[in-house]
Structure formats: C-alpha cells, structure tokens
C-alpha cells in the first residue's frame, strides 16, 4: 500500500530554534559524511539519492512562513547532486526562497550531506546518510554480488517518521527559574574573511574506550573533561572567575521510544569553575562524572524537555505574530548563549552491513558554529573528530590532543580537502553596498546644496527624498529577489504608504489616494497574477499573496472612501470592486486551497 505524507506540518520544538535564529554566520547546517576506498561517481550518487528519497521522503520539505509560526511543507523539488563547490555547512535555508533544507554533494572519495537543523537531527541525518551510502554501493558493486540489505525497519511507516515526538511526550510541568553564572567566553579574534574553520582528527576507538575504562567512566564523559581541561589552559586567572561550560547534546530516543526523522533531542550542560576546585584531570573527571550520572535520567530528561515545551505553550507566545515570537527567541537564544563556553556533539557509532564495511573509509561530522564545537562519531575502529570555529587560533584544539597525548592516546590528523568555493552571493552583496552608498552619497550633496543656498522650491530636499524613496524599494526588492510574489506586495506596500506620505508633507493635494493607490493596488494584483501563469504556481503557492494583495485593495480604499478622504470616487470604487471580486473568485473556485493556506498561515 502506497504510504501518504501530510501536505504540511508544524514545526518541532527545536526546530522553531533553529528557524529564528539561522543566518550566515550561523547558519544551523551540519554535515555528515563518508569517505569510501574509491572516487565517487556523480551519476550513481544521484540514482542513489533518488533511491533513498524513497524510503525518507520526509526531506522533501521546504520551509514557510505563516502569521504566528514556521512550518515545513511538502515538495515537489528534487535534490541534484553536484561536485562540492561552496564553504561547509553553507546557509541551506534562505529566507524567501522555496529550496530544500538539504544538500548532497561530493569531492574525490567523499560524499557529503549537509542538512539545515529544522528539518533533522544527528540521528536522523544519520540514517539518511547510511542510507544513501548503502544505495551508492549496491548501485556500484551489484554486479560483484553485493545484496540490497534494508537498513530501516519494515514496520516503520512514512507517519512514525512525521512524528513530533516532543508533542507526544510532553506534559505540563511548572518551570522553576534556576540561576545561572555567567560562563567563560572565548574572545579570540575572528578569521578575517569569516570562514569556518575545520580541524579534523582521527582516534583508535578501542584505545580510547580502554583508557575510559581504567578511569571508571565513558568515552563520553572523559573526552567531555580533556575539553574543558584544553580550554582551561587558555584562561587567565582573572577569567578563571567564571566557570567553563560545554553544551552536550542528548539522544531523546535513548529515553522514549521513537521512530521520529524530525528533531528529538535535548542537551546536558557540564561543567567546572577552575576558580573554585583543585583543577586537577582526576578532580575535573570525577565532578563530569557524577554530573552526567545525575542528569542522564529518564525523570530528569524529561523535566528538562518539559520545561522547554512548556514556554512554547503559553498562550499569550502562541498568539504572538511570528516577527515578534522570532526577535524573542533571538533574544533569548543570546542569552543563553552566555551560560556556554564551547559545544561538544557526540553522533555516536555509524554501523553498517558487515558486506558493506570493506567499502568505506571512515564517517566523520562536523558543524556550522558562532563558539567552538567539537563534534564526533566512530566507524568501526575510527572516532572521527571535528573541530569547528570561526576564531583565528588553534590553541584548544591543540591542548586537547596534548592532554590526550598524556592520556596515551595518539590522534592522526587529517587535512580535509575542499576545493575553491563558489560564492557569487558575496558579488552581490558587494554590488548593492556600492549602490547603497552611492546614494547615500547623492543624498547628502543634495541636502547640503539645501542648507546652504535655500533654494525657493525645495527642489534639493525632494531629489533627496526620491532617492531615498528609489534605494529603499530597490534595497526591498534585493532583499526578497528570492520570491517575486512577496517582492510584489512589499513594492505595493512601500509604494502606496510612500506616496501618501509624500503627498501629506508637499501640502496633501490628494493624488496619492485618487490615484495612486487604487492604480498601484490593481496594478500590482495583475502583475501576481502574470507572475503566477509564468512561474506555473500552483493555488498553494499564490494564495495568501492574493488574499493579501486583495484584502488591501478592498481595506485601505474602503475606509479613505467612507470617511470621505477620497474626492475623486471612481477609480477607487473600481479598485474596491475588482479586488473583492477576485478574493470571491478565489473562496468559490479555490475553497478547499483557501481554507487549507488559511489553516497553515494562522496555526497557533
């Protein structure tokens, strides 16, 4: 029987995070990847690709916007494999534009996949790529008899995979408000041209799962405290006031069953205050220890995701319109900020069918990160390191393969290879800040030429005022360039609002609302409706930019005609008319769409 996908759905927990707070320089994409024992080829990796979809078409996602949150929707885009050719862990979602939240490339014997942080987690990424590397090599090695093995359970269906499990397992806790210090910061000075900054090594699993045995701990925890010790080096005394404090991250599905491809984690917070306690590894070691041993418990797991839960429920936040529920949680994603030093992500062991292993190399991850996050996995007997930052040294990451070193465990480094990246967006931005300040230029030669010679009409202020008015709908229309439909209704907006403006500090002549509005509103309604024939949009894609558009060019001229603001009526009451009879024409012939974008715009 054909499994069915919802058309949309809302967005977990922690992905509604990751929406708000993505942007270039933390752009909440990670990537997982494979090395095999030969060169990769492209054709193969997309039947691949296309082999994989199959069995998690839950990727084929895109995000949108709705009034009060986010949500992800089902599409009809298909991913194309192609040569890497950009930075790692490069934005994947851009604002405005309708594209996947994941990316598959590859480079020599690698393949990469790269996925934005709303659409999944460690855990799924993992699967997907097991996945799609299991297809490559069956595609590739059939012929020397290689089986098709299927790595997901036949029980679990597309829905198991659709699952918000933090809705299911959440129930009503009352938060308590517990302070926290301030931790340590690192204040490094930041590469100059901002790229990330990869640092990959790879440790003998077995050498470091017998050292953690002799300690009495696991790999996890030990390798948690040469961190902190590696950072700890770096500090001052002075600085040795605040704590060092690494974020982990945690599996729920270790905790409550789940089949769920979203996100389904949440994280632990260790720690030492080197200002307070001896400092000694074996002192460090042993606080990490009785931390993760009092904080990995089902009871107090859950009451941590309850409590995050519970913030995303109160009904005056749900109500909140989405712009101002997104600078609040940028707000408070800065602050907690502060309470981390670094991150350390632990993806645990990558398996494989046994047939499959003599194939592959290692699996490695790494992420996109504003601190310093060192992220790991292991294949067989490689733990796989990955280093990321954006700051100009190398120091920690050296001080924690020298406290490994003490520790007898010898790390191989390895120098990842990436080839020039491709960034004509950086051409852009540069163009349009040249633009930018050209008029910036213009503008103020002539409001100079306006206070010094006093001209009788003002015709310095207004050249001035124009190409303010020009920069701002050109800088509009750069910034939503990536969705023609939405450019078209901030060019309505901006248009007619700048208009009567305009017309309101030259003497209010009334132009602005005889004609320009009605005009500029029935004008910009027709230019959607092009735009939608040409793009071949579908009712889904258009409707709330028609309902929009058409709402305002039955509202606004509505009431500037009953409060008499209007004179000359009859281009006004055409405007009012065509656009409430097309809003009718779209709940008659358009009914169930209406009602469904409706539904998904102003989900609470």
Not at 161 to 175: A, R
Not at 281 to 298: C, G, S
Not at 388 to 399: A, M
Not at 491 to 503: E, P
Request: charged letters at 25%.
């Amino acid at each position: 029987m054909q499994q069915t996908r919802a058309y949309w759905r809302k967005l977990d927990n922690a992905a509604k995070l990751f929406s708000a707070t993505s942007n270039k320089k933390d752009t909440r994409v990670f990537r997982f990847y494979c090395v095999l024992k030969e060169e990769v080829d492209q054709e193969r990796l997309q039947e691949a690709l296309d082999k994989t979809l199959v069995t998690y078409p839950v990727f084929l996602s895109v995000m949108r916007k709705g009034l009060f949150w986010h949500y992800l929707e089902k599409s009809g885009l298909r991913p194309v494999v192609r040569e890497e050719y950009r930075e790692p862990c490069s934005n994947l979602y851009v604002r405005d534009k309708k594209d996947l939240l994941f990316e598959v490339t590859y480079y020599g014997r690698r393949i990469n996949f790269e996925v934005f942080h709303a659409l999944t987690d460690g855990t799924g990424a993992t699967e997907f790529l097991r996945e799609l590397v299991k297809n490559y090599l069956y595609l590739t090695h059939r012929g020397d008899g290689l089986a098709d093995q299927p790595l997901l359970d036949g029980d679990v269906t597309i829905q198991d995979q659709e699952n918000d499990s933090f809705s299911k397992y959440y129930s009503e806790v009352k938060k308590k408000k517990e302070k926290k210090p301030r931790a340590y910061q690192l204040k490094k000075p930041r590469k100059e041209t901002g790229r990330l900054q990869v640092n990959e090594s790879v440790l003998s699993v077995k050498a470091v799962l017998a050292r953690s045995r002799e300690l009495g701990v696991s790999m996890t925890v030990f390798l948690t405290t040469v961190f902190l010790m590696a950072i700890h080096k770096e500090m001052t005394k002075q600085q040795e006031k605040h704590p060092v404090v690494l974020m982990v991250p945690v599996n729920l599905r270790k905790f409550f069953a789940s089949d769920s491809m979203l996100n389904f984690f949440n994280w632990i917070e260790p720690g030492y205050h080197f200002g307070e306690g001896g400092g000694s590894f074996e002192e460090v070691l042993q606080h990490v220890k009785e931390y993760f041993e009092k904080e990995l418990t089902t009871e107090r797991v859950a009451k941590h995701m309850n409590e995050l839960i519970t913030l995303e429920m109160h009904p005056i936040l749900r109500l909140a319109p989405l712009e101002l529920k997104n600078l609040g949680i940028r707000a408070g994603a800065r602050l907690a900020e502060r309470d981390v030093t670094a991150i350390f992500s632990n993806m645990s062991a990558v398996k494989m069918p046994k047939d499959y292993e003599v194939y592959i190399e290692r699996f490695g991850v790494y992420t996109s990160t504003p601190k310093i996050e060192l992220c790991m996995c292991s294949f067989g007997d490689k733990l796989s390191l990955g280093f990321t930052s954006r700051f100009d040294t190398l120091n920690i990451q050296r001080n924690f393969y020298r406290i490994l070193k003490e520790q007898g465990i010898e790390a191989e480094k390895v120098e990842p290879e990436f080839p020039e990246p491709d960034v004509p967006s950086e051409l852009e931005m540069k163009v349009f800040r040249f633009f930018s300040f050209f008029c910036l230029v213009a503008a103020v030669v002539f409001v100079a030429l306006d206070f010094n010679y006093h001209p009788s009409v003002r015709w310095t202020l207004f050249t001035a005022a124009g190409i303010g008015s020009m920069w701002l709908a050109l800088a509009i229309g750069f910034v939503k360039r990536y969705n023609l439909m939405k450019n078209a209704m901030w060019q309505l907006i901006i248009v007619t609002v700048g208009c009567i403006l305009w017309d309101a500090f030259t003497g209010w002549h009334g132009w602005s609302v005889d004609f320009v509005l009605p005009i500029v509103c029935m004008v910009i309604l027709f230019s959607m409706f092009i735009i939608t024939k040409v793009q071949k949009n579908t009712a889904r894609e258009y409707m709330i930019y028609f309902v929009m558009a058409g709402g305002y060019g039955v509202i606004l001229p509505l009431i500037l005609l009953l409060t008499n603001v209007v004179k000359f009526k009859i281009i006004c009451t055409i405007c009012v008319g065509v656009c409430f009879l097309f809003l009718a024409a779209l709940v008659i012939f358009k009914g169930k769409e209406f009602r469904e974008e409706m539904h998904k715009k102003f989900h609470v």
